[in-house]
């Protein structure tokens, strides 16, 4: 697993599962040309993409950023039209870090899209029940209104399953909230209306979890936003705000689904300057 150090924080990503998504839905009305240069599909025009969260301690403390594909969420079909060739192996991943489900304190969920939300609950005796029952979990009240009454373009990634057994653990926020004095979520819409990121800082250095603002490395130009963002318009601002600020600080840039890139540092030129890339066999 690989690990970022922030100070006093610790980042770890965990192990949410692969799928494989169409690249032209990735990449919105970006030009299959142009894209596939900095991000390689396969024959079927789909490219690789993890599930991953990323587990941050302090001290005793531990939160997670989001919570993967889960396991028996989907159907056959499901899995087929998503590409996914793996579902998760988070309680694992946690399990060999010696941290148990229970001693999450705080999931901080970006929005609740399926891929992201899957995690938070699990099948148990044939029904569903809370993965992390003594964690807060955060998200902002915009996303929480719309996961629990979708609307027609909504419905198909909100579910049932991923909110009902967690309900009475939600906090939801306005605008921003301070998790602990390091950990900050800010609402930015865009990808959703309710949609969040998350700013690291712990002695002087500091990151950014843009959540799907960024999907990938790939979409490092503020234009190239994916085409299941039901707000590009205001995607594009919002990456463009918080990529500049995140240049300007010398901040990381996280990721959650980048198949190459767990985090990367840009220059004022657009430039990789620092890295962690993922390790494969």
Known sequence: METLSLGELKLTWLDG?????????????VPKALWSKKYEGNEENQIPLR??????????????????????????KQKRNFGVTRESNLI???????????????VLMTHLHFDHACGLTRVKEGRFVSTFQNAEIFVTKT?????RSPNLRSRNTYWKQNWEAISKQVVPFEESVSIISEIEMIKTGGHSDGHAIIRLESDGHAAYHLGDLLGTHAHQNPLWVMAYDDYPVTSVLQKERWLKKAIDEKAWLTFY???????????DKGVIIDSVKIQRD
Do not use: C
């Open 51 to 76: 599930t991953d969260p990323i587990l941050i301690q302090k001290e005793n403390k531990n939160f997670l950023i989001d919570t993967g594909l889960g396991v028996a969420k989907l159907t056959e």
């Open 92 to 106: 694992p991943a946690l399990k060999e870090l010696g941290v148990s489900p229970r001693n999450i304190d705080a």
């Open 257 to 267: 689904h980048d198949y190459y890139y767990r985090a990367l540092k840009w220059n």
């Open 17 to 29: 599962g692969d799928n494989h998504l169409d690249g032209g839905a990735m990449f919105g009305v």
């Open 143 to 147: 996303e929480w209104d719309e996961m």
